[in-house]
């Protein structure tokens, strides 16, 4: 059974950072492309940021400079570092595996950016 779990979430002041973390608990992880997508209240899902098995790397414009993706395929790990937070990055962050099995959700993470 494929299972993500993220962590890392919580508040942060505008200007601030934070790294979440999703890991993997199955075996899909390096047959994968890993991905952050966000929520936001009131507003649709969004990608944003992705990365392929081979480490290529893609991230929607609004957090280009200020976010960057990461993984480790001997832990089985995608890292989202994300700095210079600002209060429209709030949003219900979620880790996505995809594969030609399918696509799977971790549960999300809560980030709030306030003052």
């Known amino acids: 059974q494929v299972q993500l779990v993220e962590s890392g979430g919580g508040s942060v002041q505008p200007g601030g950072s934070l790294r979440l973390s999703c890991a993997d608990s199955?075996?899909?992880?390096?047959?994968?492309?890993m991905n952050w997508y966000r929520q936001a209240p009131g507003k649709q899902r969004e990608l944003v940021a992705s990365?392929?098995?081979?480490?290529?790397?893609n991230y929607t414009d609004s957090v280009k400079g200020r976010f960057t993706i990461s993984r480790d395929n001997a832990k089985s790990t995608v890292y989202l570092q994300m700095n210079s937070l600002r209060p429209e990055d709030t949003a219900v962050y979620y880790c996505?595996?995809?594969?030609?099995?399918?696509?799977?959700w971790g549960q999300g993470t809560q980030v709030t950016v306030s003052s």
């Open positions: 990365i392929t098995r081979s480490g290529t790397t």
């Open positions: 996505n595996a995809d594969n030609t099995w399918g696509t799977y």
């Open positions: 199955g075996i899909i992880f390096s047959f994968s492309t």
